[in-house]
């Protein structure tokens, strides 16, 4: 007789692992907050926001904020969550390839991010739709790239989320860890020079964020496949200290000593007397 191979599909293992991502009341919670945000942001944009540069394509970039800072945390839910619940021992049971597992989590984690941008375009779209209602918006320009980009942004962000959880496997840990080393690549970055480009590259605020910012901001990233290049020119503000005064003095010194070496930043630290 032949034998008959009884192992679960890639697509069903997939849909189960989208699945868990709802099935807790952290992540439903996690889920829910993540939308609420996201619409506030946009609400807040079409009544305080700069009519004049109230378009479509920026009210998607600041729509995207709320996920990219949130998904990651959902990430590291979808595997860390399987070891507090103890859904571990079902999951490897049914499943004994460990590989599959993980494949299937990554591509779960890659549909959500896609469908957060689904959700962040149609949040954006309906402020449009508001805003040119009342006549307080600027119009319905959107670039392709920065769909591209925020859906890049969307899609790394839960990847890292999930790399993160698969490392650690304990939910506080690696949610403290994820956000903590950020600041902690910014700040070695800021005292040590011979840090500064790897830095760049580490701070998601930059390497991540870098993409949608500049967007925002109409400015294009740089080279293809460089995200983290043009590190003051991106984010000025992240990296100057905007919510930290300490940090703002070290990025002063990090951005004299890149004016003295002969490379001009694009925009001062205002935050910093030492520029």
Same mark, same amino acid.
């Given at each position: 007789?032949?034998?008959?191979?009884?192992?679960?599909?890639?697509?069903?293992?997939?849909?189960?692992?989208?699945?868990?991502?709802?099935?807790?009341?952290?992540?439903?919670?996690?889920?829910?907050?993540?939308?609420?945000?996201?619409?506030?942001?946009?609400?807040?944009?079409?009544?305080?926001?700069?009519?004049?540069?109230?378009?479509?394509?920026?009210?998607?970039?600041?729509?995207?904020?709320?996920?990219?800072?949130?998904?990651?945390?959902?990430?590291?839910?979808?595997?860390?969550?399987?070891?507090?619940?103890?859904?571990?021992?079902?999951?490897?049971?049914?499943?004994?390839?460990?590989?599959?597992?993980?494949?299937?989590?990554?591509?779960?984690?890659?549909?959500?991010?896609?469908?957060?941008?689904?959700?962040?375009?149609?949040?954006?779209?309906? %402020?449009?739709?508001?805003?040119?209602?009342?006549?307080?918006?600027? %119009?319905?320009?959107?670039?392709?790239?920065?769909?591209?980009?925020?859906?890049?942004?969307?899609?790394?962000?839960?990847?890292?989320?999930?790399?993160?959880?698969?490392?650690?496997?304990?939910?506080?840990?690696?949610?403290?860890?994820?956000?903590?080393?950020?600041?902690?690549?910014?700040?070695?970055?800021?005292?040590?020079?011979?840090?500064?480009?790897?830095?760049?590259?580490?701070?998601?605020?930059?390497?991540?964020?870098?993409?949608?910012?500049?967007?925002?901001?109409?400015?294009?990233?740089?080279?293809?496949?460089?995200?983290?290049?043009?590190?003051?020119?991106?984010?000025?503000?992240?990296?100057?200290?905007?919510?930290?005064?300490?940090?703002?003095?070290?990025?002063?010194?990090?951005?004299?000593?890149?004016?003295?070496?002969?490379?001009?930043?694009?925009?001062?630290?205002?935050?910093?007397?030492?520029?």
């Amino acid at each position: 007789m032949t034998p008959v191979d009884t192992a679960v599909s890639l697509p069903r293992l997939t849909l189960v692992e989208l699945r868990k991502l709802v099935d807790t009341r952290a992540g439903s919670w996690l889920l829910a907050t993540i939308g609420l945000l996201t619409a506030a942001i946009v609400t807040i944009d079409l009544i305080w926001g700069d009519r004049a540069n109230l378009t479509l394509g920026n009210l998607l970039a600041d729509a995207v904020l709320v996920p990219s800072l949130l998904l990651p945390v959902l990430g590291i839910l979808l595997i860390t969550s399987e070891w507090s619940q103890r859904t571990h021992l079902v999951t490897f049971t049914l499943v004994p390839n460990r590989g599959r597992v993980a494949v299937a989590k990554i591509a779960a984690g890659v549909l959500a991010g896609v469908s957060a941008i689904v959700v962040c375009l149609a949040l954006a779209a309906v %402020g449009t739709l508001i805003g040119d209602w009342t006549g307080d918006i600027a %119009g319905w320009s959107l670039r392709w790239s920065h769909v591209g980009n925020a859906t890049l942004v969307l899609a790394l962000s839960m990847l890292m989320g999930i790399a993160f959880g698969m490392v650690l496997l304990n939910s506080p840990l690696a949610i403290v860890v994820y956000f903590v080393l950020p600041t902690v690549w910014s700040v070695l970055g800021a005292m040590i020079p011979s840090l500064n480009r790897v830095a760049e590259w580490l701070d998601t605020a930059v390497t991540i964020a870098g993409p949608v910012r500049a967007e925002r901001a109409g400015r294009g990233v740089g080279p293809p496949g460089r995200l983290g290049r043009g590190l003051d020119r991106v984010a000025p503000g992240r990296r100057a200290g905007a919510r930290d005064p300490a940090r703002g003095v070290l990025t002063g010194r990090w951005s004299a000593g890149r004016t003295a070496r002969g490379v001009r930043p694009a925009s001062l630290c205002l935050t910093s007397p030492a520029v």
